[in-house]
Nanobody
Framework: QVQLVESGGGLVQAGGSLRLSCAVS????????LAWFRQAPGKEREFVGGISWNGGSTFYADSVKGRFTVSRDNGKMTVYLQMNSLKLEDTAVYYC???????????????????WGQGTQVTVSS
């Protein structure tokens, strides 16, 4: 139903910044709440941050609060993840995900999201 394509991953030094993008296609972009997840080597997938359908609400994992920012541009049908002050432990494959929801609650469990991108690798080096 909804398709998502991530881009912007790469290699960055610790303390640096990177901005990920996720292009979203669907019947109506604004119908979807959007979120970012990541999966590090040897770890399970974890929630990073999410944003509501109208951008009015955001929620972040404690590990990235103050460093990462999720935003969306409904005109460009794109959701972003701005990552600052990157740490080695931020190394992971990052995925964007979508669910059809027009409320303000951001859910951190991946099971609630019906659409997933292919992922983009972020590697943080010392």
């Amino acid at each position: 139903q909804v398709q998502l394509v991530e881009s912007g991953g790469g290699l960055v030094q610790a303390g640096g910044s990177l901005r990920l993008s996720c292009a979203v296609s669907g019947r109506t972009f604004s119908n979807y709440a959007l979120a970012w997840f990541r999966q590090a080597p040897g770890k399970e997938r974890e929630f990073v941050g999410g944003i509501s359908w109208n951008g009015g609400s955001t929620f972040y994992a404690d590990s990235v609060k103050g460093r990462f920012t999720v935003s969306r541009d409904n005109g460009k049908m794109t959701v972003y993840l701005q990552m600052n002050s990157l740490k080695l432990e931020d190394t992971a494959v990052y995925y964007c995900a979508a669910r059809q929801y027009k409320g303000s609650v951001i859910l951190a469990a991946g099971i609630h999201y019906g659409g997933w991108g292919q992922g983009t690798q972020v590697t943080v080096s010392s």
